[in-house]
């Protein structure tokens, strides 16, 4: 476990303090052999190839954007039931989220459209951990 890193999933919920940035987000498939753009947020080798998450500037209109919200605890990669918490709630509000893990932060997307409501739907996640 990391230095700090927190595991116990009730002090994650507590812990969430969902952060929305400002920057949409689009996920592409790069060409094999490309280079990673210096703007990507991620990237993900697949069997079917590289996907990327890169600023949504760069893509064609109409393609579909995504929020970012990232949950500011500081999860330890081997914490059980997080992933499973978020996802859970946002469904239960209708909502779509796709979930990057990174190594101090878990980073939650979600259509652009409706992050407002998502952003409400993880501070409640963690307001109701408190009770």
């Known amino acids: 476990m990391k230095p700090g890193a927190v595991r116990d999933l009730k002090a ?3 812990g969430l303090k969902p952060k929305l940035g400002a920057r949409a987000w689009i996920f592409v498939a790069l060409d094999e052999g490309a280079l990673i753009p210096a703007t990507a947020f991620a990237t993900v080798r697949e069997e079917e190839g590289l996907c990327a998450v890169l600023p949504a500037e760069v893509g064609a209109p109409g393609e579909p954007r995504f929020a970012r919200i990232t949950l500011q605890v500081n999860s330890d990669l081997e914490a059980v039931g997080l992933t499973a918490a978020v996802a859970t709630a946002l469904a239960a509000s ?4 796709n979930m990057i893990a990174g190594l ?14 998502a952003l409400k739907v993880l501070e409640k996640l963690s307001l109701d951990a408190r009770r």
């Open 104 to 117: 101090n932060h878990d980073h939650v997307f979600v259509p652009w459209d409706q992050r407002g409501d």
């Open 12 to 14: 994650l919920l507590l």
């Open 94 to 97: 209708g909502l779509a989220c």
